[in-house]
Every structure is written in structure tokens, then in C-alpha cells.
């Protein structure tokens, strides 16, 4: 049974508040024999782009103290494709399908936001954060400005929800928040990946190709924790949080930092099964606790008193 | 809903032994994997439910017997993760996910294994399963200490080509340096091989020289294993690319972009 589990963000119905976060869940397909469609609130494909893109060459993750970094380079077949071939199969999932949308120039996001807006998925996830890059992504998410900018650009071509996804590496992610929200963002998600980076002692090389990458995985969920939490205090429109998120009670903590709905990513690689043991562990934390929704647990951090 | 191809399972450490100073031999019950493993698939592995280390390990089937329910794997200690998995006891569990990837095309009547070093284990899968075909197997070591390799490919290969890197067993070089001789005397239909890549690129282009095909079984750093992460993408001869852990790990050798 679910019905403590539903949630509904920005107009749209979620039968759990779990969503697969971006680049971690493939198109959705790959994890199918894990994890029970029905624990799937959402699934956010990997990061899409106007064109083409091969990523980035050389090695493209390694692992670090409860956590890895990774340098993908946001490789992903174009939006053509994406909506000739990949978009019918997924569609039939019954799942929501949000998609992350990427570019280098503001009007890269524009165009995405057209392309995709009578596609029939549910929603985009503006990605103003991705640290694997060279050009635009996230230089757009660190200025409240242009993270406005572009939020603005994509609002105006879709009727679709729109959710900006917020880098960590700022220094008061609140300001962004704010600023994309007075820009008509319908939600904000965050934490993207944290600039990181690995050496190794025998080569004196760095061991990403791309020499930085973004740390995800436990090794970030405090630095999550407290960004959702300073976040939702901060805006209106809701927060889906994200960071290292392993268990029930990791997004226990998510929900009671402020966040309505919360992403898996990381842990779907170390345990596929991850999204539907924590459906499990919600629903039974839900009749510990005698709750009868999730809802109840939304923003209820005790702070003081 | 479609059946399941793939799973994850809690399987018993029926034996854990050293073949030599740094491999290791692991024998674990895991029925559903076992029953659905193809030669040149593998599995990712985890250790324990602690978040450091974190990620799941990718090894190569080295044997699988459905009617036991029995998966054999062969890794040699590298780091953190092979080394907690050496100190593994019998009787204790191992998490299993698996079969993936793209397995081996057996359908050659007359195969030559080429293995260097750990890249040896997924074609002993592949020797166990030919039997009684006639399969020979040119296998390439640093030196002899590396001769557990022999004992385990006896019971299923017609015959063993040694090498070693300083000469104290068999050959002395590489697979590489071996090769053109038994390309020449042999009859192969196939050459399948497994190891470093500077290797499997000479070995593929010698065979081609002798108007034989080879599969090649590439490795990457893997985090998910199921091509939804990414992080294994390898450069294709078409100028696209393909996912190790899904489209691979084995490749025909004219898909790879050697470069
Ligand atoms: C498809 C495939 C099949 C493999 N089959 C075997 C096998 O049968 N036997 C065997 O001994 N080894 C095999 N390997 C290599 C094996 O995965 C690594 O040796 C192992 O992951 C090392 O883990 P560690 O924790 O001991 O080392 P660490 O160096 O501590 O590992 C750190 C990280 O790097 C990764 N890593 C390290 N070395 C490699 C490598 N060579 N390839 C890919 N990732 C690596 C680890 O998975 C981990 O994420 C295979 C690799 C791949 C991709
Ligand atoms: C391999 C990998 C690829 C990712 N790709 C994207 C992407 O394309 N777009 C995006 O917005 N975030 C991407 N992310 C970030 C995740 O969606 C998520 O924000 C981050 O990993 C933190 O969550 P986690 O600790 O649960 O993984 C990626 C993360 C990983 C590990
Ligand atoms: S390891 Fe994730 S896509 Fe291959």
C-alpha cells in the first residue's frame, strides 16, 4: 500500500516521494529488474542536450571515502533522438518521466524547453549545475542573475512544470533559490555534485580525465541536509532534496529538512534494489511513528524548544 | 512484466583460496545467477553494507555450474575491495549482481583462448563450457608463479601454451610474442582474449593478419554495471562509442576504436 507515500509537486501526482535523480538511473530502463515501478515516484532521465554529446575522454570516475566523483561530461544522444527513439519506449512505464535539460548558451535552454514541451513528459529539470563541462551549465547556476536568466528563457517557451536543479558550489544557495523562484520556477531540486577532485600518489596524475569531477554519494549528505534546509526556509515553491540519500531515514532527514520530495542517486549503485527498500522503510517508519502521510513529515525539523 | 534477466543475491562464501601470493579462487552458491551466466559475463560485487568502500566491484564469471548453483570467480588483490574480499571466510555471504554485459560468441568450431594474466579467468568460463570441443588456450603470466593457470585450464583444454614475462615458465615474452607460431601451425575459427589492452590490440591484429576473427573482453572503471551511470564508455571503430558493462565487456575485436 501507497497512500501514505503519494505526493503531488508542482501539479504533479507522485505515487512515492522518491525520484531517480539524473545520470544515475540511465533512461530509466536499466534498473527495471530491481526496483518495483510502483516505489518509483518519478525518474529523472540523464542530462539532455540540443545536440549530440560524446562526454568527456579519459577516465571518468573514481572512488572516494564514502562517495565518487565523476567527470561524465553530460554524454547523451541529442534531443532527436531522444524523442524519436528513447521517449515512446519509457513513456509506456507509467512512470513520470522529467527530463534534465542542459546547454552552453541560454538559448540552448529555450530551445529544449520547446522541443520538449508537447512530448508528453511531465516535467524538465533545468540543470544550471553540472560541474563536468567547459562551457555555460553550471556558470549559469552560481550567479543568481543569469540562473533567473535562464530560468525565465525555459518558463517562457513550456507550459511544462519547470524545477531548476541548484549547485552546491555557491556560497549562499538561498539567493539562487530565491532568484529562480521569483523567475517562475515551479520547484527548485538540489544538491548537484560538489567540485571535487583525486590524485594519485604513484603517477603524481590526477585520476579523473577531466582532472575535477562532482563527489556524490554519503560523503555529501550533511552539506545536502543543511542546503535543502536552508533552502526551503527560504522559498515558497517546493524542494525536492538530494545528496547521498542510502536509506529510509536518510530521507526521513531530507523530508523533515523542508524537502516535499527527495532523489536517489548514487545508492542505486551500490544497492539497485535502493529506491524500493527505502519505499519499504518509509512505509514502515510512516505506521512506527502512527503518521498517516509523508506530508506530516515536510519542514517538521524541531528547532529550538 | 517482462522476466527478470538479471539479480541480486545473498550468496554463501562456499571457498575462498589462494592460488598463488596474490590470486584468489571463490567458489559462492548463487542458484539464479549461476543458472543464467553466459562465458564472458560478469558480475559486481559487494562486500558489506558499510557505505566505505563504497562501490560495488566488477569480476569476471570464471565458472558457472547451474546444476549446483555454484559461481566461480578468480581476482587477484589489487586493492581495498579484493583485499577485504580475501580475508572473506567460508560460511560468510557475498552480495552478487549479475550476469551482465555481452557474454562471448562461441559459435566457432575451433576457438584459441588468449589470456594474460587475471584476464585468464572469464575464458576458463569459456574452456569449461566448449568441453569436449576442441578449445587450446595460449596463456600469458609474469613468471611461474603463475602456473596455477595450467591446473585449472587441464581438465578442459586440448592444450596449454605457456608464457612468461622473465622466461621461468614456458615462452619467454608475452601472448603476443607466442602467437604468430600457433597462428601459423593452428586451424582456429576464433580467437577470443581477455587481458591488458596494448596486448589484445596486438593479438587482434595478428589474428586478423591471419584471416581470423577476435572478440576482445574490455575493462573500465564501472560504477553501476548497468549502463545507467556512464562512466564506462569506450571509443567504437564507427566513431560513436558503447558502454563497457552493457554493450560489453566482450567486443568484436573491429568494433574498437584501438586508438
Ligand atoms: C568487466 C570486468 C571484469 C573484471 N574481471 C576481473 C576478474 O575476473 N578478476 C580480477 O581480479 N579482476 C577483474 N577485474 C578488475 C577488478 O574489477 C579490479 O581489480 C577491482 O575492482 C579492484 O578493486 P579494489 O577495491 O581491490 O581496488 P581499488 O584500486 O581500491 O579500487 C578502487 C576503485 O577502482 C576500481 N578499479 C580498480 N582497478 C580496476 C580495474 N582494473 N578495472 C576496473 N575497475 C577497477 C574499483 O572497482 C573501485 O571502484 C574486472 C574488471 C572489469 C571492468
Ligand atoms: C554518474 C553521475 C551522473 C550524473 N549526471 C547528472 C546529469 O546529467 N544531470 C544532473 O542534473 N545531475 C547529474 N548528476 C547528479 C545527481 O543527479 C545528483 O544530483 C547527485 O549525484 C547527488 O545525489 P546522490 O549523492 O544521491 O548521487 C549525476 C551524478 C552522478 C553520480
Ligand atoms: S558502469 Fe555505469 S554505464 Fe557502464
Known sequence: MNAGLQTELAGIKLRTPLIAASGTFGFGEEYLDFVEQADLGAIVVKG?????????????????????????????????????DILPRIKRLEIPIIVNINGNVQEDYAYLAEALDASGVAALEVNI???????????????????????????????????????????????????????????????????????????WKPVLGNIVGGLSGPAVKPVAL????????????????????SSASDAVEFLLAGAKAVAIGTANFVNPQAITDIATGLRRYLEQQQLQSISQLVGKVRIGG | MEQKSKFVEQALILSNQALSSDVYRMVVQSPQIAHD???????????????????????SIAGADPQKGT?????????????????????????????????????????????????????????????????????????KDELFWTELFRDSCQS????????????????????????????????????????????????????????????????????????????????????????????????????
Open chain 1, 48 to 84: 539532455m542536450t540540443r545536440e549530440p554529446r560524446p562526454g568527456n575522454a579519459g577516465r571518468r570516475m573514481a572512488e572516494t571515502p564514502a562517495g565518487m566523483l565523476n567527470c561524465i561530461g553530460l554524454q547523451n544522444p541529442g534531443v532527436d533522438v531522444f524523442l524519436q
Open chain 1, 226 to 245: 543543511r542546503m535543502v534546509w536552508q533552502t526551503a526556509q527560504a522559498v515558497k515553491i517546493p524542494v525536492i532534496g538530494m545528496g547521498g540519500i
Open chain 1, 129 to 203: 549545475s553540472c560541474p563536468n563541462t567547459r562551457h555555460g551549465c553550471m556558470a549559469f547556476g552560481v550567479v543568481p542573475e543569469t540562473a533567473a536568466a535562464v530560468t525565465a528563457a525555459v518558463k517562457a517557451k513550456t507550459k511544462l512544470p519547470v524545477i531548476v536543479k541548484l549547485s552546491p558550489n555557491v556560497t549562499d544557495v538561498a539567493e539562487i533559490a530565491q532568484a529562480v523562484e521569483a523567475a517562475g520556477a515551479d520547484a527548485v531540486s538540489l544538491i548537484n555534485t560538489l567540485v571535487g577532485m583525486a590524485i594519485d600518489t604513484h603517477t
Open chain 2, 160 to 259: 596449454i601454451h605457456v608464457t612468461t614475462d622473465d622466461g621461468s615458465l614456458g615462452v619467454c615474452g608475452t601472448c603476443a610474442d607466442a602467437l604468430p607460431a600457433l597462428l601459423a601451425n593452428g586451424r582456429y575459427e576464433g580467437v577470443l582474449t581477455c587481458g591488458p589492452r596494448p596486448m589484445m590490440k596486438q593479438v587482434a591484429a595478428l589474428a586478423k593478419a591471419a584471416g581470423i576473427r577476435t572478440q576482445v573482453s574490455m575493462e573500465e572503471h564501472m560504477a553501476c554495471g548497468v549502463g545507467a551511470c556512464l562512466a564506462c564508455t569506450c571509443g567504437a571503430a564507427d566513431g560513436g562509442s558503447r558502454q563497457v558493462c552493457k554493450d560489453g565487456p566482450v567486443f568484436w575485436a573491429e568494433e574498437v576504436d584501438w586508438s
Open chain 2, 37 to 59: 551466466s553466459l562465458p564472458g559475463q560478469f558480475v559486481m560485487i559487494r562486500l558489506s553494507d558499510k557505505l566505505d568502500p563504497l562501490l560495488r566491484r566488477p569480476l
Open chain 2, 71 to 143: 559461481l566461480t570467480l578468480i581476482y587477484r588483490v589489487i586493492g581495498r575491495g579484493t583485499q577485504q574480499m580475501a580475508a572473506a571466510q567460508t560460511g560468510a555471504s557475498l552480495d552478487v549482481m549479475g550476469p551482465l554485459g555481452r557474454g562471448f560468441d562461441l559459435s566457432a568450431s575451433r576457438l584459441l583462448l588468449v589470456g594474460g594474466g587475471i584476464g585468464l579467468a572469464p575464458l576458463l568460463f569459456v574452456a569449461e563450457r566448449c568441453c569436449p570441443r576442441p578449445v587450446e588456450v595460449l596463456a600469458g603470466g609474469r613468471t
